[in-house]
């Protein structure tokens, strides 16, 4: 999804508009995240990118989102860019070493 959302459109509230984009933005990532896995992949990653235009848009985790959206209609932002791509994510192995072991459980509690 790359697309520039208007927060001020002639004949609908502004909240309603709001929350519209907002909910476009959380169905468009769940309809991603239902897509089927391909083999070796553990779970849909997401690319993203915020920004008052396509120009000044920044990479950003996907969920500071929505507290960028509010943000920018706090300080009277007339629209915003959103860029979201789905991307294949693989969990990496943990490392041996940093997993607790009973004998540290104990040590902590004393």
């Excluded at 896995?37 to 000044?56: E, T």
């Excluded at 294949?88 to 104990?106: I, M, S």
Aim: with cysteine.
């Amino acid at each position: 999804m790359k697309k520039t959302f208007p927060l001020a459109v002639e004949g609908k509230h502004p909240d309603r508009l709001l929350e519209a984009t907002k909910h476009e933005i959380r169905k468009y990532i769940q309809r991603e995240r239902r897509r089927d896995l391909p083999k070796g992949v553990d779970f849909w990653d997401f690319d993203c990118k915020f920004g008052a235009n396509q120009d000044s848009a920044v990479v950003v985790h996907l969920a500071e989102i929505t507290p960028l959206i509010d943000a920018l209609v706090k300080d009277g932002g007339t629209q915003f860019y959103v860029e979201i791509l789905a991307k294949h994510g693989v969990r990496k192995p943990r490392d041996p070493a940093d997993a607790p072991t009973l004998k540290n459980f104990f040590d902590e509690e004393e």
